[in-house]
C-alpha cells in the first residue's frame, strides 16, 4: 500500500496558452469524434491512450457508430468551452480576482460539458471508445493549461476540480485505477489521486483543510442523533478524503481479495469487515447507553478509545483508516462536549490528546495501539473466527512477517510523541 506506481501519462508541462491556440469545432473535429482518432491538439495534448489501445473488433465497432445530435451539441460545447477558457489563460491581463473568477467560470463550464458527454457514454456501446477517448484528452488539455499557469490560476483548476470530483473520480480515477490494479501494480491512494487531479503538495493541503471544515460541521451535526452507525462512519471517511482519495474507498471492503497490511498486523478479511463492524457498532451503542445511565465520563473515555483501536485494527478501508478511526472518536467525544476543531491539525497525537480531554489512561490506549501496529504481529479476533478462518488469518500473518523481516527496522518512541507538549 505504500509504494508508487506509475499513473497513465498525463502532461506534466506545457507551455503557457495563447490566443493563438483557440479553435472552434470544425466539421473535421466532427470527424475525429467520429473515428475515435484523437490527434494531437495545438495544446500539445498526445493522443488519446484509450484510442490507440483499440482491439480490431472496437475499431470496427467505432467505424460503424454514429453521433446522435445530442453527443454532437455536447462535443461542440465541451470545445468551445475549453477554447475560451485558453482565451482568457492566454490574455495578457494580471492575474487579479476578477481575472481567476472569470477562469473558475469558463472551467466550471468545460468541466459541466465534459460531464454532460460522460454521461451519454454506454461502456458497452459502440460510442464508448470514441467520446472516452475524446474525453481522456480534454482532460489531459487541462492538465497541460493548469501546469503551464501561474500559481494563482493553478489554485483556481484545483478548487473547481476539486468540486467536480465526483466527475473526475468516474471519468478517469477509477478508470487510471482499474488499469493500474489489472498491471499488477501495488497502490498509494493519496498520491495516485494527486498526480491524477495535477496538485501540487500545497493545494493538496488546502483541499484536506477545507474538507476538515466540512467534515467538523458534520460531526457535530451527528452527535446530536441518538446512536451512531456504519453510515456515518462511512459518510465522515468520504467528507474528510473528498478528491484525496477515490470515491470508492470511503465503502467498505466487501468483495475484495487478498490481505490488507498495515504495520505488523492484517487487516479484516473483506467478507468478515461489515459483520465485525456491526459488532463494534453494536458495543458502541451500548456505551452510548451506558453513559446515558451514568456511566463516568473518564471511564467513557477510555471506551471510546478502545472502540477507536478496534475499528483501526478492523481496517474496513481500502486507506485512510487512521484518520478515519480519529474522527469516530472525534465523534463519540462530540457528544460530551468536545468541539471539533474547524482547522485541520498534522499533529495526529496533539489531536488525540484534545479529543480526549487529557484523559492520561484514553490517550495511553491509543498509543499503546499504535505500538502493537509497529510492533506486534496480529490481527482483529472477530466474533465469527472459526478454526478455518483462523488459518486464513495465521498463513497471512506469517507472510507478513517474512516480508517485514526483509524490510530495514524502523525506531519510534510512539508513547514519547503522544505525551509530549
Not at 495578457?92 to 469558463?106: H, R
Not at 459518510?235 to 470515491?247: M, R, T
Request: aromatic share 8%.
Amino acid at each position: 500500500m505504500n509504494k508508487e506506481i506509475p499513473i497513465p501519462e498525463i502532461p506534466k508541462s506545457a507551455k503557457k496558452p495563447d490566443v493563438s491556440d483557440v479553435v472552434e469545432l470544425s466539421e473535421e473535429d466532427l470527424e475525429i469524434i467520429k473515428k475515435g482518432d484523437m490527434e494531437e491538439e495545438p495544446s500539445g495534448t498526445k493522443k488519446s491512450q484509450l484510442s490507440s489501445s483499440e482491439s480490431p473488433a472496437e475499431s470496427k465497432q467505432t467505424e460503424e457508430w454514429k453521433p446522435t445530435e445530442k453527443e454532437i451539441e455536447l462535443a461542440k460545447k465541451t470545445n468551445n468551452a475549453l477554447s475560451e477558457l485558453r482565451a482568457v489563460i492566454g490574455s495578457e491581463e494580471e492575474s487579479d480576482p476578477e481575472k481567476i473568477t472569470l477562469v473558475k467560470n469558463k472551467l466550471r463550464s468545460v468541466m459541466e460539458a465534459m460531464h454532460g458527454l460522460l454521461k451519454q457514454v454506454d461502456p458497452m456501446g459502440k460510442n464508448y471508445a470514441p467520446i472516452y477517448g475524446k474525453l481522456v484528452e480534454d482532460f489531459q488539455n487541462l492538465h497541460a493549461i493548469k501546469s503551464g499557469a501561474d500559481i494563482e490560476v493553478s489554485q483556481a483548476f484545483s478548487e473547481i476540480f476539486h468540486e467536480f470530483s465526483d466527475f473526475i473520480d468516474m471519468g478517469f480515477v477509477i478508470k487510471y485505477f482499474e488499469e493500474a490494479k489489472k498491471a499488477g501494480h501495488p497502490i498509494h491512494f493519496e498520491n495516485f489521486t494527486a498526480q491524477i487531479y495535477g496538485r501540487t503538495p500545497e493545494e493538496l493541503e488546502k483541499i484536506k483543510q477545507a474538507n476538515r471544515q466540512n467534515v467538523s460541521a458534520r460531526i457535530t451535526e451527528m452527535a446530536q442523533k441518538p446512536y451512531v452507525s456504519i453510515e456515518m462512519i462511512q459518510e465522515l471517511h468520504a467528507i474528510n478524503n473528498k478528491s484525496i482519495v477515490p470515491k470508492f474507498i470511503s465503502e467498505m471492503r466487501q468483495d475484495e481479495s487478498g490481505f490488507e497490511f498495515f504495520g505488523t498486523r492484517v487487516g479484516t478479511l473483506a467478507q468478515d469487515v461489515l459483520p465485525a463492524v456491526k459488532e463494534l457498532m453494536e458495543r458502541t451503542n451500548q456505551l452510548i447507553d451506558k453513559r446515558a445511565l451514568g456511566m463516568n465520563k473518564r471511564l467513557y473515555e477510555l471506551a471510546a478509545a478502545r472502540l477507536h483501536n478496534d475499528l483501526l485494527d478492523i481496517h474496513p478501508f481500502a486507506d485512510r483508516n487512521g484518520s478515519t478511526s480519529l474522527l469516530f472518536l472525534e465523534l463519540m467525544m462530540a457528544r460530551e462536549g468536545y468541539e471539533p476543531p474547524k482547522t485541520r491539525d498534522q499533529d495526529y497525537y496533539k489531536t488525540v490528546r484534545k479529543t480526549l480531554d487529557n484523559n492520561l489512561a484514553a490517550v495511553a490506549a491509543v498509543g499503546y495501539e499504535h505500538y502493537l501496529i509497529a510492533n506486534v504481529p496480529g490481527y482483529y479476533k472477530t466474533n465469527s473466527l472459526d478454526e478455518i478462518r483462523e488459518q486464513i488469518y495465521e498463513t497471512a500473518l506469517n507472510q507478513l512477517i517474512q516480508m517485514r523481516k526483509k524490510q530495514p527496522k524502523k525506531k519510534k518512541s510512539f508513547l514519547k510523541r503522544l505525551f509530549s507538549k
